[in-house]
Each structure stands twice: as structure tokens, then as C-alpha cells.
T-cell receptor, first 112, second 116 residues
Framework: GNSVTQMEGPVTLSEEAFLTINCTYTATGYPSLFWYVQYPGEGLQLLLKATKADDKGSNKGFEATYRKETTSFHLEKGSVQVSDSAVYFC???????????FGKGTRLHILP | EPEVTQTPSHQVTQMGQEVILRCVPISNHLYFYWYRQILGQKVEFLVSFYNNEISEKSEIFDDQFSVERPDGSNFTLKIRSTKLEDSAMYFC??????????????FGPGTRLTVL
């Protein structure tokens, strides 16, 4: 069945460092891909999405490109801030049903 | 910006008791969902609801669970007889329609359920 695998955390970086959080997926058909973010004590917020191959989702300086050939959707940001500290979830939405399948989440700590 | 809201933010209950978790989806959305996240684990799909009926449910969503849209704005999840393992954060989500099928899902802030 469909699944999402993302890198284990926690990831600890200094402010202004470059961030990559790897995400790969297994799916039949042509899924939509998402990154959700969960700030401490809050719910899930949609960070960005891509609905077809080679699409790039972007928001708040974060980017991820839908790579069908490598079945990946890695999250990147050029210069992280302390306020980016959160848990990041890679997720997949099938075009056969409506449920979203989440990865296990990657906790990100940004040090000042 | 419209958002999904959930009440209560935290619910504590005794094992065997019934609980009802409430959600107000975004007003023009047609698809509604419940997910849960056991502490430290991944977010798991429970159920989807469209046109006043369940469209899909997971293995987790057994006979102890039910969903209802009692009026035009609320969407509820009922757990009939809670178990310790039901302790989790429960997220409601809703989506509109895009090209004939459900669009992007937007999540509420969650209800933390603690079963003692």
C-alpha cells in the first residue's frame, strides 16, 4: 500500500543554516504530496503541497519539488530561523481515496 | 482566513465512559475527516465523511467509534466506551472540492483525549 518515509529526527541546526529533510514515498498512481508543520502545542498546518510531477511547492522560504523518478519530496530551506523549530510531516494524498498518509515526522530544533 | 475549530482542547475521561469530540469545519467544505496521533507516533487516518455518510474508514475505526454531522456546521466523533489506548490527539480536517474530488485537507488544532 501507499506509504511515506522521512528522515528520523531530531535534527538540530544553528540559525541561518541550510535545511534538508528527506522524504520518499511509495504509491500507486499519481498522488499529491504535502508537508505539514506542527509547532509546539499546536495542530497541523499545511506548509506546502505539490500535485504533480516536477511541481515545486513553496511557502515561508521552504521548498519541495515532486520528483517522480526518485519518488521523493525533500523539504529545503536556505536559512532557518529559531521560529522554524517544530515537527515536520511529509504526507501523501492518493487520487483513489481521500485519506492522507503521514510520515512519522521529523522534529527540528534551531539554535540561536 | 477560515479555519477548522475543535472543542474541547483537552478532554479527560475515565475508561469505559463515552466521549464526544466536536469540530466545526470550514463553512463551504464538503469533506470531513478524523485523524489521531498517539503521543510520539505518526498521524493516522480514522474516517472520512461525505454527503452524510462514511466514505472510508480505517481498521482503527471499529464499532466503538461513530461520526455524525448533526447540523449544518458541526462534525462529531463519538467513542462509545473509551479504552486506555484511545488516549491520543484527535484532529479534525475538512476539504472542499477540486476538479470533482476532495481538495487539500485543512486541519484543526486537535483535541487531546486522556483516558484514565
Amino acid at each position: 500500500g501507499n506509504s511515506v518515509t522521512q528522515m528520523e529526527g531530531p535534527v538540530t541546526l544553528s540559525e541561518e543554516a541550510f535545511l534538508t529533510i528527506n522524504c520518499t514515498y511509495t504509491a500507486t498512481g499519481y498522488p499529491s504530496l504535502f508537508w505539514y508543520v506542527q509547532y509546539p502545542g499546536e495542530g497541523l498546518q499545511l506548509l506546502l503541497k505539490a500535485t504533480k510531477a516536477d511541481d515545486k511547492g513553496s511557502n515561508k522560504g521552504f521548498e519541495a519539488t515532486y520528483r517522480k523518478e526518485t519518488t521523493s519530496f525533500h523539504l529545503e530551506k536556505g536559512s532557518v530561523q529559531v521560529s522554524d523549530s517544530a515537527v515536520y510531516f511529509c504526507a501523501l494524498g492518493s487520487n483513489r481515496d481521500d485519506k492522507i498518509i503521514f510520515g512519522k515526522g521529523t522534529r527540528l530544533h534551531i539554535l540561536p | 482566513e477560515p479555519e477548522v475549530t475543535q472543542t474541547p482542547s483537552h478532554q479527560v475521561t475515565q475508561m469505559g465512559q463515552e466521549v464526544i469530540l466536536r469540530c466545526v469545519p470550514i463553512s463551504n467544505h464538503l469533506y470531513f475527516y478524523w485523524y489521531r496521533q498517539i503521543l510520539g507516533q505518526k498521524v493516522e487516518f480514522l474516517v472520512s465523511f461525505y454527503n452524510n455518510e462514511i466514505s472510508e474508514k480505517s481498521e482503527i475505526f471499529d464499532d466503538q467509534f461513530s461520526v455524525e454531522r448533526p447540523d449544518g456546521s458541526n462534525f462529531t466523533l463519538k467513542i462509545r466506551s473509551t479504552k486506555l489506548e484511545d488516549s491520543a490527539m484527535y484532529f479534525c480536517a475538512s476539504s472542499g472540492r477540486t476538479s470533482g474530488r476532495a481538495g487539500t485537507q485543512y486541519f484543526g488544532p486537535g483535541t487531546r483525549l486522556t483516558v484514565l
